[in-house]
């Protein structure tokens, strides 16, 4: 905290749960979230133990009987008999659901780090240079991207993208990539034949077909899909 106020830097950080944090909770006054997915909201200000100065906390419960742990995004999580709480410690001064949508961008940005570290090789630095790191890591974004672009071809025609779910790297890989396959040659043609036990030979089929149909058209393509991604 000394450092970010040196810095002068905003943040947003879940808090650590402690019992003197546990009690501020309780005696609190909640109030109706309708815009979070949570039942209710508050905020107070709170010096934790070993603080120069009390800071303001946003927190966000919810009712055990109506929601349970599991179906609530992974973060850390503060349980009681009765809710389910998120707690954040902030500097910044905006709404209580701006704050917590701003904090679930940063989440979701951590998760697309981790994969493109685990999946995709980005945490492999090849050599002891940076011009040579920073082609790597053009490389390894490049190959992210185009795995990204692979899955929108693979969707269905009407799909919105607010329906869409993010299919990461490895699942795309053994989908797509990683098949059981013989190349064959007769009478001067030359073919592929999947194993009967791929299950997604019908999809990896319409997928081929559709980037086979890609062509182009002067400057530009031509459409793929005959109706377009709608977000």
């Given amino acids: 905290m000394k450092a970010y106020e040196e810095g002068k830097a905003q943040f947003i950080m879940v808090a650590r749960k402690t019992s003197r944090l546990v009690e501020k909770l309780q005696t609190a006054d909640w109030k109706r979230s309708p815009k979070t ?37 992974q973060y850390q999580l503060f349980d009681s008999p009765e809710y389910i709480y998120r707690v954040f410690v902030t500097n910044m001064s905006r709404a209580i659901d701006l704050l917590v949508w701003f904090y679930n961008q940063r989440a979701e940005a951590e998760n697309l780090i981790k994969e493109a570290n685990n999946d995709a090789g980005l945490a492999a630095h090849p050599s002891g240079r940076w011009a040579p790191n920073c082609v790597h890591f053009q490389l390894v974004m490049l190959a992210y991207n185009l795995n990204c672009w692979l899955m929108l071809f693979q969707r269905e025609a009407g799909e919105k993208v607010e329906d869409m779910k993010h299919t990461t790297l490895a699942t795309a890989r053994l989908r797509f990539l990683f098949l059981a396959a013989k190349f064959w040659k007769h009478n001067g043609q030359v073919g592929i034949s999947y194993s009967d036990h791929y299950a997604e030979k019908g999809l990896f089929q319409r997928l081929m077909e559709r980037l086979r149909s890609i062509a182009a058209d002067s400057a530009t393509f031509l459409p793929v899909f005959t109706t377009p991604l709608q977000c």
């Fill in 37 to 73: 997915d949570a039942d209710e909201q508050c905020e107070f200000w709170y010096q934790p133990e070993g603080w120069g100065k009390a800071y303001r906390f946003i927190a966000l419960r919810y009712k055990k009987k109506e929601k349970t742990a599991e179906e609530r995004e």
